[in-house]
């Protein structure tokens, strides 16, 4: 199931499922209120593509410069908490959800997911393997990708859901 409040961007969603002769359902609603379109059958598992400032793309997206405002991050940052704080119970025991922002912001990567864990406290909500993982598009990290252009900037957790003890 895939879910976006913008029945646009949900459009493009359907176009690359037709494309890769996948079916899916996709729904246009908004996410943290799961009681217009959650069937109450807990989900394995969660990709949050959540929204964010988008300033690990400028390079590909020089606009984001002049559009964002520095009080649009933490208006991001309050999005992105209500949504892990709706997606999180829909989660079966057992199960993972994979947080991600393509921003270099640390309200929008470490320090949201750090909030996320206190709030769960220790035995709640566990990171997984590697993560989290912050990639920045700065000069070091250029052969990371390619020689030619740095990498853009990327930021992911992946957390799992205890069974119950
Ligand atoms: C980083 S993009 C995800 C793009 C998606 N992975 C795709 O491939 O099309 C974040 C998306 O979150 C959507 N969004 C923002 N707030 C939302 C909400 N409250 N509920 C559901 N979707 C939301 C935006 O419309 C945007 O398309």
New binding site residues.
């Given amino acids: 199931m895939a879910?976006?409040?913008?029945p646009a961007?949900l459009a493009?969603?359907d176009d690359t499922l037709r494309r890769l002769r996948l079916v899916a359902r996709t729904r246009a609603a908004?996410?943290?209120r799961p009681a217009a379109w959650w069937d109450g059958q807990p989900f394995e598992a969660i990709v949050l593509?959540?929204?964010?400032s988008g300033s690990g793309v400028v390079r590909r997206h020089p606009d984001i410069r002049w559009l964002r405002r520095p009080e649009d991050i933490a208006a991001l940052a309050a999005?992105q908490a209500e949504?892990l704080n709706a997606l999180w119970p829909l989660l079966a025991p057992g199960g993972r959800l994979l947080y991600a922002t393509c921003s270099i912001f640390r309200a929008e990567g470490d320090a949201q997911i750090d909030a996320f864990l206190q709030r769960h406290g220790p035995g709640g909500a566990h990171l997984e393997g590697l993560s989290p993982g912050h990639l920045l598009p700065l000069s070091d990290n250029w052969g990371t990708v390619t020689e030619a252009s740095p990498a853009d900037g990327f930021y992911y957790a992946l957390l799992s859901k205890p069974h119950a003890p």
Avoid at 3 to 6: H, I, N, P, T, W
Avoid at 49 to 52: G, K, Q, R, S, V
């Fill in positions: 879910l976006d409040s913008d961007r493009r969603v908004d996410a943290r593509d959540a929204p964010c999005v949504l």
